[in-house]
C-alpha cells in the first residue's frame, strides 16, 4: 500500500471517528433519538460542542453535586418505540396553542402505538438493573439544599393498560436518589404485574413496594388504607424525610424538585392539605349521604354505620393530593381521634377525600390549617383538576371526560403553561395512553428549568 493510500485510510478513520462522537453528542442532546423540541436552548453550552472542545466545561465547579445533567433525556417510549417523523411535536407551537399543530399531533397520535407494561417490564427488570440504575442516575442536577431536605412520597399504582408506564414517566420526574419512595400495588393486580413491579423497584435502593397491599374497591376506604399503608412503612426508613408527598400516578409535575423544597421549607412544619367544607352538615348534600353510608359502598366490612364523632369531618377532593410534615403522619397514624375517624369511614364513599382533611382540621393535629393561617403563610398549590362541570370557554379542549374530570391533551398545553407560572405542582389528572405528548413536553421544561439551576450554581 503506498503511502497515499495509507494517508487516506488514516484520513477516513478520523473523519468516521469524529462523526462518532459527533453522533454519540447528537444523541445524548436529543435523547436517543426523541424530537429536539426546541431549537436553542439559552440556558447552556450546547451538548454537541462540551463533546468536541472539552475546554468549554473547564470553569465548571466538579464537585459530585455538580455533575452535569443532560438537557434532555430518554422515556421509555423513546427507548422502545422511536417516534415516527409525524409524531415530532413542536411544544412552543402547542403551548402558543396554534391550532394546526395541535390538530396534527392529534391525529398522529391515533396511529401511535405505546409499548405495552410487559415489554416495559421486561426492560425495567430486576435481571437489568444496570439499565434501570443508569436511566434513573442523573437526570438531574441536585442543590445542596435538596439533599439536606429529603423528601418521602407514596404512590398508589393499579392494574390497566400502560398504568405502569404512566407510574414510571411519574417517578422519572420526581426521583432524585436521596428522596425515599413507597409504591403501594393494588393487591387485584395480576400476579405477574406485581412481580415485576417488585423486580423493577429492588434495583433502586430509594424505592420500594408495600409490604402490606390492599386490594382496592373503587370508592371505599380500601384506597386510605393503601395509603396508610405507605405511610407507616416511611415512617420505618432510615432516610430522614421531613415530609410526604401523597400520588396516585395520573398527575403530572409542574415544578422541580427544588422548587417543592423551597416551598416546603417556607412551611415550617405546616401540612398542605386543601380545606374542603364541612360534610357533616346534613346541609351538605351529597356528602353528608356518602357520610351517613345511604350509597352501599362494595368492600366495606359488614355492620352498621356508627354515629358521627364529636368533631365536625371535612371534604375535599383536592385532599388526596397533599404534603404532610412527619409529625403529622405519626398523628394521622396512632391519635385516638384519627383511628376512630378510619373505622367511621369504613362505610364511606371516598373516605379518602375525608380523612386528611378532617385530621387537618383538629386543633392538637401538628401543623394543621388553623396554624398554618395563624403563622400568616399561604397554602401552596399542590395539585388541581379540572371539573366538567365547572369548565370554561377554551378549558379541556378535547373533551375527553373520565369520572366527571378533564384529562389534558397537547391542546390543553396553554393552560397548563398558565398554572405552571401561577406555581402549580402537580396536574390531575393526565393519562399517558391518552396523549404522551403533554408528558414530553412539560419534561422538557422541567428538564430546561433544572439546568438553569445547574448552571446557576455551578459555573
Known amino acids: 500500500m503506498s503511502t497515499g493510500d495509507h494517508t487516506n485510510v488514516k484520513t477516513v478513520f478520523y473523519l468516521v471517528l469524529l462523526c462518532m462522537v459527533f453522533g454519540v453528542a447528537v444523541m445524548s442532546y436529543r435523547g436517543l ?9 439559552s440556558s447552556g453550552t450546547d451538548l ?29 417510549v423513546a427507548f422502545l418505540h422511536k417516534l ?19 390538530q396534527r399531533v392529534r391525529n398522529a397520535q391515533k396511529h401511535f402505538q405505546l409499548p405495552s407494561d410487559a415489554e416495559i417490564l421486561k426492560a425495567y427488570s430486576k435481571g437489568n438493573c444496570s439499565f434501570v440504575q443508569n436511566d434513573f442516575d442523573n437526570n438531574f442536577y441536585v442543590s445542596p439544599d435538596e439533599i439536606d431536605f429529603p423528601i418521602a412520597y407514596e404512590m398508589l399504582i393499579y392494574y390497566q393498560k400502560n398504568r405502569f408506564l404512566q407510574a414510571l414517566n411519574l417517578l422519572k420526574f420526581i426521583y432524585r436518589p436521596h428522596n425515599v419512595y413507597c409504591i403501594h ?40 388504607d393503601a395509603h396508610l399503608s405507605c405511610l407507616s412503612e416511611l415512617l420505618t426508613v432510615t432516610t430522614p424525610w421531613k415530609y410526604v ?20 421549607v417556607e412551611l415550617k412544619g405546616h401540612n398542605i392539605v386543601t380545606k374542603g367544607f364541612n360534610a357533616s352538615d346534613p346541609k351538605s348534600g351529597y356528602a353528608y349521604n356518602w357520610l351517613m353510608a345511604k350509597k352501599v359502598v362494595p368492600g366495606s366490612p359488614p355492620g352498621k354505620v356508627g354515629p358521627l364523632p364529636n368533631f365536625p369531618i371535612y371534604k375535599s377532593a383536592e385532599s388526596i393530593n397533599s404534603a404532610l410534615s412527619r409529625d403529622f403522619v405519626k398523628y394521622a397514624l396512632t391519635d385516638s381521634k384519627s383511628i376512630a375517624l378510619r373505622k367511621r369511614l369504613e362505610y364511606t364513599q371516598s373516605a379518602e377525600e375525608f380523612f386528611f382533611d378532617t ?30 362541570h365547572m369548565l370554561e370557554n377554551g378549558d379541556c379542549i378535547d373533551r375527553n371526560i373520565r369520572h366527571n374530570i ?17 406555581g402549580l405542582w402537580f396536574y390531575n389528572k393526565y393519562l399517558i395512553d391518552y396523549d404522551h405528548v403533554v408528558n414530553d413536553c412539560i419534561q422538557l421544561l422541567l428538564i430546561q428549568n433544572n439546568f ?3 448552571k446557576q450554581d455551578c459555573y
Open 33 to 41: 433519538g426523541r424530537p429536539n423540541y426546541v431549537t436553542s436552548l
Open 406 to 422: 378533564c384529562i389534558v391533551s397537547a391542546s390543553d398545553l396553554p393552560f397548563i403553561m398558565k398554572e405552571m407560572k401561577t
Open 359 to 388: 385530621l387537618n382540621m383538629l386543633k392538637d393535629a401538628p401543623g394543621n390549617f388553623m396554624k398554618l393561617k395563624a403563622a400568616g403563610l399561604k397554602l401552596p398549590r399542590f395539585s388541581r383538576r379540572l371539573w366538567a
Open 84 to 102: 415516527q417523523p409525524a409524531l415530532e411535536p413542536s411544544c412552543d407551537k402547542l403551548f402558543d396553542g396554534q391550532h394546526s399543530e395541535r
Open 452 to 454: 438553569k439551576r445547574y
Open 245 to 264: 408527598l401523597t400520588l396516585h400516578s395520573p398527575e403530572i409535575p409542574l415544578i422541580t424538585n427544588r422548587d417543592i423544597v423551597k416551598k416546603l
Open 185 to 224: 400495588i393494588d393487591k387485584g393486580s395480576p400476579q405477574w404485574w406485581i412481580n415485576g413491579v417488585k423486580g423493577f423497584t429492588s434495583c433502586l435502593p430509594n424505592v420500594f413496594v408495600a409490604k402490606k397491599l390492599v386490594k382496592i374497591y373503587y370508592g371505599s376506604v380500601s384506597i386510605l
Open 48 to 76: 454537541v460542542q462540551v463533546a468536541i472542545n472539552p475546554q468549554s466545561i473547564a470553569n465548571v465547579n466538579t464537585t459530585a453535586s455538580c455533575r452535569r445533567p443532560p438537557k434532555h433525556f430518554p422515556t421509555p
